[in-house]
């Protein structure tokens, strides 16, 4: 059945992906670049992370309604001592097991099981730390059927309004609505060579120009880098990768990343319930408001 | 040039524009009685796309309203340009609709109670989110809450605005942390959902009303019918993502016609808040 992904590119079809070009190349290369680095074969998943920085973790599965989503993986442990749900979204290695993940694009029950353990969280005051990793959420029939846009819908509603710390960190693709899905977070982080976009640069090239081969420009236009999105002030914190990207060292990345979410963590640990659910709100009411009055005002 | 010139032209009935052929079943309908007709085809059933102004008119007590909002305008923060420069197709978009952007809020009375009602403009490119509609429904959403206003918002759009990246794309958390404190503040919130709505409007607003109603036949969904196809390389059955399949699956509260709809909303707000006075 899942015989593509990424809206129609052939998985892993690039022979040359993650190779960065030749210095001197043309700048407007740079984000098609690290769209490559961020989907690297090598790069580490969410459970590559979790091996390494969580401590005694438990996973915890379904969404006590229709089933359990391999596509996202959740359940508690320690970081650096500290108690901590975690919900990553998992893109799988092998093809075994790429299938079995269905290349991390997760179904409803996926989004359900998240919110599920998010509430758990909030129930017994551990903060939440999310890794977004996913092409989108899975654009098939079953999942309309269930319910696609309602589970992404109630865990943006809900996260809203959690009165724990809750961290995201993006640590490869963003998908959009996939990833947003569990991406409302007090500080939202990004690694180095990490995208987030609206839409795959594939798709947009393919939609405005009629041709996904100019996947090139759209992924320029669309500012999807990391450095892109903290300019755009979405984006608190960009996390450094290891020399050449996060597949060359995943024990470093890993270091890297794991430092990153527990500082901050450990700066949210002062606000009291009411602070997190204001600053939360705070933060996304103001992020993104690139409007201004017709009057010029 | 041909060496003969007809020096008449040939003898036409000028009824262009007065009738209208049903984009369903095809019935030539006068357009006077479908616009007597709400935009509903009288044979069929078939609902035609109506602008975000008609919409408001139809759903407040005697056409009148009041506009709130309405004086934002992108600040284009990707510079996207494509082959028509973003700037260019906001213009159009503009002299087409007499909008700024993708959406139109109203306050007055919908049958007795005071209500925001909030109208997405399909004709402005596709009735796409990006930073005004965010803002414009959030503020609205605010609104509701402080005055105590019912909120309802009518969605026809194809999701978040690519135009503005990720910038529309926070659109989605912003719009729906403001509905979620409005749901805390237990004021209503009515969705409908209209053809189309899709993508990032569908994940977020349009499916967290305490009622969420949709009208006939309306395509409704989160991936498009087409993204769909080419994931599971074969074609959808009919009727996959309308309306009717959506109440099916339980993810709608009701199938309204639009002649039926003023009144729907108002026996909800009713319930929740008891009979207008």
């Known amino acids: 059945m899942v015989t593509e992904d990424r809206d129609g590119q052939a998985p892993d079809s690039e022979p040359d992906a993650g190779q960065p070009r030749q210095p001197g190349s043309r700048e407007t290369s740079r984000s098609w670049d690290v769209v490559q680095l961020a989907r690297h074969p090598q790069r580490p998943h969410a459970t590559d992370y979790l091996e390494r920085i969580i401590d005694r973790f438990r996973e915890i599965h379904g969404d006590r309604a229709f089933g359990d989503d391999p596509a996202i993986v959740s359940g508690f442990g320690l970081l650096r001592g500290a108690p901590v749900m975690v919900i990553g979204q998992e893109k799988g290695r092998k093809t075994r097991q790429k299938l079995h993940r269905n290349f991390g694009m ?42 696609q846009a309602e589970a992404i819908a109630r865990n943006l509603y809900e996260m809203a309004m959690l009165k724990v710390p809750f961290v995201a960190a993006c640590i490869g693709e963003g998908g959009s609505g996939g990833a947003l899905a569990l991406g409302v977070g007090n500080r939202v982080l990004m690694l180095e060579n990490s995208v987030y976009s609206v839409i795959s640069p594939e798709s947009c090239a ?4 009629r041709d996904s081969g100019k996947a ?46 527990a500082r901050n963590l450990d700066d949210l640990s002062g606000m009291s319930p009411e602070q997190l659910v204001q600053d939360r709100y705070e933060k996304f009411r103001t992020m993104g408001g690139f409007f201004k009055n017709v009057d010029g005002s | 040039m041909p060496w003969f010139r007809r020096d008449q032209k040939p003898k036409r009935v000028h009824t262009e524009g007065l009738w209208i052929k049903c984009g369903s079943c095809s019935a030539p309908i006068w357009k ?26 139809m759903l407040f007590d005697n056409g009148k309203w009041e506009q709130i909002g309405g004086n934002l305008r992108t600040t284009n923060a990707l510079r996207f340009n494509d082959r028509k420069p973003y700037e260019d ?44 509609v965010g803002e414009e429904l959030t503020r609205a959403a605010e609104l509701a809450a402080a005055d105590r206003k019912s909120l309802v ?43 189309p709505t899709t993508g990032g409007v569908t994940a977020s607003f349009a499916m967290l009303g305490d009622l969420n109603v949709a009208e006939p036949g309306a395509l409704i969904g989160f ?47 009713d319930f929740f808040l008891g009979p207008a006075s």
């Not at chain 1, 960009?238 to 990345?253: F, K, L, M, S, T």
């Not at chain 2, 759009?157 to 979620?180: I, W």
């Open chain 1, 106 to 147: 997760p179904r409803p029950e996926g989004y359900r099981k998240a919110l599920r353990a998010m509430k758990l969280a909030e129930k017994f005051g551990r903060p939440i730390v999310t890794l977004l990793d996913t092409p989108g959420a899975y654009p098939g029939m079953d999942a309309e059927e269930r319910g």
């Open chain 1, 206 to 209: 393919a939609i405005v120009w």
């Open chain 1, 216 to 261: 090139e420009l759209a992924a320029e236009a669309l500012k999807l880098t990391a450095k892109d999105l903290e300019k755009l002030g979405l984006v608190d914190e960009i996390v450094p990768e290891p020399p050449g990207g996060a597949q060359n060292d995943v024990d470093q990345a890993a270091r890297l990343l794991g430092d990153a979410l």
């Open chain 2, 32 to 57: 006077k009685d479908l616009e007597a007709q709400s935009m509903v085809c009288a044979k069929c059933g078939f609902h035609f796309k109506i602008n975000a102004r008609d919409r408001l008119d």
């Open chain 2, 89 to 132: 197709r906001l213009h159009d978009a503009k002299q087409k609709t007499g909008l700024h952007d993708a959406i139109l809020c109203g306050v007055g009375t919908l049958e007795g109670h005071e209500a925001v009602v909030c109208a997405m403009e399909y004709r402005f490119i596709g009735g796409s989110m990006g930073a005004v």
């Open chain 2, 153 to 195: 918002i009518v969605s026809a759009s194809g999701g978040a605005r690519m135009m503005e990246g990720m910038v529309s794309l926070v659109q989605m958390a912003k719009v729906s942390a403001a509905l979620k404190a409005l749901d805390r503040a237990k004021v209503p919130y009515i969705s409908v959902l209209t053809d």
């Open chain 2, 223 to 269: 991936a498009g019918p087409r993204v769909i196809e080419q994931t599971i390389s074969q074609k959808l059955p009919k009727g996959f993502q309308r309306s009717e399949f959506l109440l099916k699956h339980g993810m709608l509260d009701a199938v309204v016609p639009r002649t039926e709809l003023k009144q729907y909303i108002g026996n909800a707000l």
